[in-house]
Each structure stands twice: as structure tokens, then as C-alpha cells.
């Protein structure tokens, strides 16, 4: 069972924090003292003037505001951005001035703070431990009769029975020694007040419960700078933050006439979860992800250092380090670097995108809930501008988001050309209808999610990759149920073009051709365009009529025109070249290989003879030797066991049978290493004679022979 502090506690809490105000010492301050903090003006907040958020979780902040004097400027953040704002915290006093230091809430964990007290107390601490840690001090204890004044001497824990024989655990009992000597039993209910008559024991205990109500807001940091200066003067300070990532997301318009363009809105989701509000920001939306990482900086380390002994005897000598070796860089170079950055152009591209505003209402000649091209957005509300491998969109109007609170906001609108297709790939089971959206603005579109309408109703939605200006993408949206593709068996054939041989190296050059055939099936009351994704081979050419629409990566992109209920075929023709290498060496048989090519032509049949001859030779010796080795190991077992008998029957008759097949196995054994020997010489002489013939073997071939 958990034990709570009892009321007389809380009293004793609220006394004390009196107490130690009203006896605190006051000490004068002397002029020195004095003169910086009349001079200083109260802390001032420093509101949001800048927000930069990136892809990567990441986004950039500036405060700016005027100062006057010596100021004590105040920032408001979450313990989350803490790490964040110290790794970049950048401070510049616009007026002369300087920063004199920056101060902020520390989060020294509790543990560690409660350990610089005497009382001993933990973090919720039972109520026989608060009362056990003022044993021994003075306390005056009223509401249970007579006010009496004491030190405490212990605090106990009681069972009491009622009259109906129930059982309580939760009675305490202070026993207190009097200041007239005699000792005294109170039991602690919500009527009792224990007052600390010490004032250091109160000082102790106050502190401790500021650390506990410290500890109870830790999410919360205030972030001060004391900026030392003279006069009205511009203050800017600036910092990374870890925050939600914003978001793209898109509409897609078609309008009810088909005109080949469509209406791309573009909208960013952006959440404030930061500690300040967003007054009246210039907001700026980067897609783009700059490496950045946490370091936990505001976070007290502590580390064991290691105990040194005391040294008294030994003695040093002085010594010598070498020299860090470095590069000189000569002024020319950096002058012709710094030159170089400086002339290289940065692009910019302005555009006519979204600012201020929701999009609304019903346009013309357009589906419902969404404006025309020129109702909301007007030229320059947004700046897109490219740099480094980024992309920003900055909002020219101001923007407000309070903490907490989330908004879209509008980046884009455009007119752009936009074909409807139907997309098939052997990677979907289902073709898809999509779009062929072709960028023709000066702006880069960020990956989202985009929903497409089309004569006033949803149609379907999908996903969008990054599109450069210039780029023409597919999205697809929904399954086209209307229209089925099936591709046909296919032929492949291979014909042997080239064939080569220098210094034992043999390539074979062989083209290897693919057919491939689709059908499409329109079942739909109206034409479809369909786009056939054809997976390429790597390294292979097109052969075939038409071209396609679309080369990418990794297929061809055919377009296929089938009339309603009717159906229309695709040929593709694909050449691949093939090379084969083979080492002919006279280490590995490559007689039946070499026997093959040979009949291509009479001219490599004549070519090819003396050494697949050679080759044939070469490889009868090493079986003659092979089976030589044999038949020399079934002897030298043939000696060992006539030994064995011979050894057994040492002084019997029949060990002299034993003896003359030893004598006749010795003899055998002889003529087969003599015999072998005489074959490894005719086995050196072959192999030198394939050698040579390789050596002297060049030939190159053109032919046109189909192969498997």
C-alpha cells in the first residue's frame, strides 16, 4: 500500500516556505552590484520572425526583436529542442553589442539533485520517511490537544482494532521528547500540524520541494540571453529544431470539356508542436533533407575519473614531440577557388503559386470545391527557388500557426498538360488508369500524395515522386477494370556472328534476339490510349516498329491505340549481344569444345585439327598415367601383405611361398615406375606440344550460325 503525505505535511511545507522568506538574511547589495541591474531593462520575449522546415524532421528558426540597453531576451522550447538549439544557437546584436551569456533551465536528473541534500529524502518518499528524516530536530506539533514543542524522536506504525475486530494498517504515531524532558505519543491525522522550529532544517526541505516541482515541468526550457549593449539596436538569433516533417499533397482538376490540361493544386501540411507561436512568420517549405543528427548537450554527463596515487619519488625528463605534417595551400588557389564559387550562378525560378487563403468554392467549367487557376493564387505569392540539391518554396505572405495547431497551406497552382492512359506492367496484375503529367513550369513538384477529380467527382488517388520542371511522369489512380493485356509465348534465337582466338583466349560473339507479342482488349465504350511497360534486357537494342513513346531505366513505353470493343496487337523485337570468353590452356580438356566449333566452317575445321589432335594425344596419356598410378598402388598393397604373412609365419615352411611373391610383387612393382616414368616424359611432350600449337593458334572468323 502506497502511503500518502498527510495534511499536517502539507502545513508544514507551506510554513516553511514562510518561514525561510522570513528569515532569510538580507544581505545589501554593494554599488558594483547595483549598478549593472539598474541599467539592465526586464526580460523581453523575442518573437518568431523566420521558419524553414525540411524533409528531414529538421527546421530552421529565427528570432528577431529591438533591445535597448543591457536586455535579458527570453526563448521559449521544449526540452526535445533543447539538444537541438544548443548544437546551433547563433546570436547577433545587429547594434555593436554582445552576448554576454545564455542561460537555461537545467535537467540535472533528480536523482543527482537530491543527493546534494542532507535530508536523505527520495522521490516520493513515504510519509514514514519524510518524518524519519527530521529525527532528532525541533518540531512543534498542535491539533491533537495542547500545543507541545520537542525534538522528534521516531515515528511508528500501528496496528488498531475497532470495536467490531476489523484490522487498520494506517495509523502513525509521533513520539516527541518535550522540551520539559517528559515523552509524548501523537497520532498524525488530517487535524495534526507539524511545524519545523529550525530554520536550516526548512531552508533543506524547501529546496527539496522546489527540486520535486522542478522535476515536474522538465519539458519546458527558457532559454535567456543577456545582450549588453548601448541604445535601440536589432537582436537576431537563429537555431535548428527537431519537428514533424511537412507534408505535400495535391489536386489534380480536370476540367469538364477536355482541353489536354488539368489543374494541379498544391498544398503543405505543416504542424507547430514547437514551444512559441507562429505570429505573422515568413514561412519557407525546403524539400530536401541536409544531414543532421542529436547530440545530448543539455543533458548533465557525469563520468568515474580514475584515482591517481600520489607520485614522490620519480622523476621526469623533459622530452620532444614531432612536428604535425601539413599541405601548403598557396594563395593563388584559394583566390582562384573563392572566384570560382563566387561567379557560379544560382538558379531561381519564380512562379505563380499559392500564399494566403483556402481554396474554395466552385469555378467555372470546373468540378465543384475548387477554384479556377486565377481565383486564390496570385503571380509571386510563392518563390521557388533551387540551390545546392534543395528546392524551396518560400511563402512571400506572412503566415500564422500558433503551438500546436496545424495548417495547410497553399504552394502551388498550375496548368498543367495531363493525358489520360491506361498504364500495364508485367510487375501489376491489374492495368491502372493514370495520367501523363508533363511539368511545364519553373517548378520542381515535391513527393505527396495527390487526389484527382474529374467531371466534378473524385476519380481515385495515388502517389507522386519529385517532378522537375521539364519532367513528364505517369500516376496512376485507379484499376482501368475495362482493359486486359496478355502477352503472348515469346521466341528467343541465337546466331553465332564472330568467332576469335589469340594467345589461348577464345570469343565467341553471339546475338541473342527476343520476340515478344501483346494483345490489348478494350471492352470500354470509349478509345483507350494504353501504355505497355516493356522490361528492358540489359545491354539489348530495340528492333522493332514503332518506337517507343518512353525509354526509362528499366522498360520501353509503347503506346497502344485500342478502339472501343476492340482489341490491337504489339511486337517487340529486342537484340542482345552475347560474349563468351573460354581460356584454352592445356590444363583443363577442351577437346569436345573446340570439336564442336570446329564444325562451323571447313576453314576452322582445318585451323582447329592439329591441336584438338594434340589435345586427344594429351589426354590419353594422363589416363595411361592415371591407371599406371593404379596399378602401382595395387602392388605396393600386394608387397605389404605378403610382409605381414612373412612376419607371422617367421620360421614356418610356408613363409618361403610368401617370400618368391614377394620377390615377383618387387619385380612388378619395378617395371610399373619404370613404365610410368616413361609415360610422364611422353606426357611433357605432349603438353609442350599443345602449348606451342596454342601459342601459334590466331585466327578471326565473321560467320551467321544459329546456335542453342
Known amino acids: 500500500m502506497r502511503v500518502v503525505f498527510p495534511a499536517s505535511l502539507l502545513v508544514l511545507a507551506t510554513i516553511s516556505l514562510a518561514a525561510q522568506t522570513a528569515n532569510a538574511p538580507q544581505k545589501k547589495p554593494t554599488p558594483a552590484a547595483t549598478a549593472p541591474t539598474a541599467a539592465r531593462n526586464p526580460a523581453i520575449d523575442l518573437p518568431v520572425r523566420k521558419v524553414v522546415l525540411y524533409k528531414n524532421g529538421v527546421g530552421y528558426f529565427e528570432h528577431a526583436g529591438m533591445v535597448s540597453g543591457n536586455q535579458r531576451v527570453a526563448i521559449d522550447f521544449t526540452s526535445s529542442q533543447l539538444n537541438d538549439v544548443l548544437q546551433s544557437l547563433t546570436v547577433l546584436d545587429q547594434g555593436g553589442g554582445h552576448v554576454a551569456n545564455v542561460n537555461y533551465n537545467s535537467t540535472t536528473p533528480i536523482e543527482q539533485q537530491l543527493q546534494t541534500l542532507a535530508l536523505g529524502l527520495k522521490d516520493y518518499p513515504a510519509t514514514a520517511a519524510v518524518y524519519q528524516a527530521l529525527r532528532g530536530q525541533r518540531v512543534e506539533v498542535s491539533g491533537s490537544g495542547v500545543e507541545f514543542t520537542g525534538r ?73 540571453l543577456e545582450a549588453s549593449g548601448e541604445g535601440q539596436r536589432q537582436i537576431e538569433v537563429s537555431y535548428i529544431s527537431a519537428v514533424p516533417v511537412w507534408k505535400s499533397t495535391y489536386r489534380m482538376v480536370f476540367p469538364r470539356e477536355a482541353n489536354g490540361n488539368a489543374i494541379l493544386q498544391g498544398w503543405a501540411v505543416v504542424d507547430n508542436t514547437v514551444g512559441a507561436d507562429w505570429d505573422n512568420v515568413q514561412l519557407s517549405l525546403v524539400a530536401g533533407a541536409p544531414q543532421s543528427f542529436i547530440q545530448p548537450l543539455s543533458q548533465p554527463i557525469y563520468t568515474n575519473r580514475p584515482e591517481v596515487p600520489i607520485s614522490i619519488a620519480r622523476q621526469t625528463m623533459p622530452e620532444t614531440h614531432e612536428a604535425t605534417q601539413s599541405v601548403a595551400v598557396s594563395p593563388e588557389m584559394v583566390n582562384g577557388s573563392l572566384a570560382a564559387q563566387a561567379a557560379a550562378p544560382r538558379p531561381m525560378a519564380k512562379a505563380l503559386s499559392g500564399a494566403s487563403g483556402m481554396l474554395g468554392g466552385v469555378g467555372s467549367n470546373y468540378g465543384g470545391g475548387v477554384y479556377r487557376a486565377t481565383d486564390a493564387l496570385q503571380p509571386g505569392a510563392v518563390s521557388a527557388t533551387a540551390f545546392d540539391d534543395y528546392f524551396e518554396y518560400a511563402i512571400t505572405q506572412p503566415v500564422t500557426i500558433h503551438k500546436n495547431e496545424s495548417a495547410m497551406v497553399p504552394i502551388l497552382q498550375e496548368n498543367l498538360p495531363a493525358e489520360h492512359v491506361t498504364l500495364w506492367s508485367d510487375k501489376s496484375a491489374m492495368p491502372l488508369r493514370a495520367v501523363w503529367l508533363e511539368n511545364k513550369s519553373k517548378l520542381t513538384l515535391d513527393a505527396g500524395s495527390f487526389s484527382l477529380f474529374e467531371n466534378g467527382e473524385f476519380a481515385g488517388e495515388g502517389l507522386l515522386d519529385p517532378i522537375h520542371p521539364g519532367e513528364k511522369r505517369l500516376l496512376s489512380y485507379a484499376v482501368d477494370q475495362a482493359v486486359k493485356v496478355h502477352r503472348g509465348a515469346g521466341s528467343d534465337t541465337r546466331t553465332l556472328h564472330h568467332i576469335a582466338m589469340h594467345q589461348g583466349i577464345l570469343v565467341q560473339t553471339t546475338e541473342e534476339i527476343t520476340e515478344s507479342n501483346y494483345t490489348v482488349t478494350n471492352a470500354a465504350d470509349e478509345a483507350r490510349t494504353v501504355i505497355v511497360e516493356h522490361t528492358r534486357r540489359p545491354n539489348s537494342k530495340l528492333d522493332s516498329e514503332p518506337a517507343p513513346a518512353e525509354t526509362t531505366a528499366t522498360a520501353y513505353r509503347f503506346r497502344v491505340a485500342a478502339e472501343p470493343h476492340q482489341s490491337a496487337d504489339l511486337h517487340v523485337t529486342e537484340r542482345t549481344p552475347l560474349f563468351e570468353t573460354v581460356r584454352i590452356d592445356p590444363g583443363e580438356d577442351r577437346t569436345e569444345f573446340l570439336a564442336a566449333i570446329s564444325k562451323y566452317t571447313p576453314a576452322l575445321e582445318e585451323k582447329l585439327r592439329p591441336l584438338i589432335d594434340a589435345e586427344a594425344s594429351l589426354n590419353d596419356l594422363n589416363q595411361k598415367i592415371d591407371q599406371a598410378e593404379q596399378n602401382e598402388k595395387t602392388l605396393s598393397d600386394d608387397e605389404a601383405r605378403a610382409r605381414d604373412n612373412i612376419t607371422a609365419l617367421k620360421g614356418n615352411e610356408a613363409a618361403k611361398r610368401f617370400v618368391d611373391e614377394l620377390n615377383h610383387t618387387e619385380d612388378q612393382i619395378q617395371a610399373a615406375r619404370k613404365d610410368r616414368a616413361d609415360l610422364e616424359k611422353q606426357r611433357d611432350a605432349a603438353r609442350a606440344n599443345v602449348e606451342s600449337l596454342i601459342a601459334k593458334l590466331s585466327f578471326d572468323t565473321d560467320l551467321d550460325v544459329k546456335v542453342q
Open 152 to 224: 522528534l524522536v521516531n515515528i511508528e506504525f500501528r496496528k488498531e482494532t475497532d470495536k467490531n475486530g476489523a484490522t487498520s494498517e494506517d495509523h502513525y504515531f509521533l513520539i516527541v521528547e518535550t522540551d520539559s524532558g517528559a515523552l509524548r505519543t501523537a497520532e498524525l491525522t488530517d487535524a495534526v500540524s507539524v511545524r519545523m522550529l529550525d530554520p536550516a532544517i526548512e531552508r533543506q526541505f524547501s529546496d527539496y520541494l522546489q527540486i520535486i516541482a522542478s522535476a515536474q515541468n522538465q519539458q519546458e526550457r527558457h532559454l535567456s
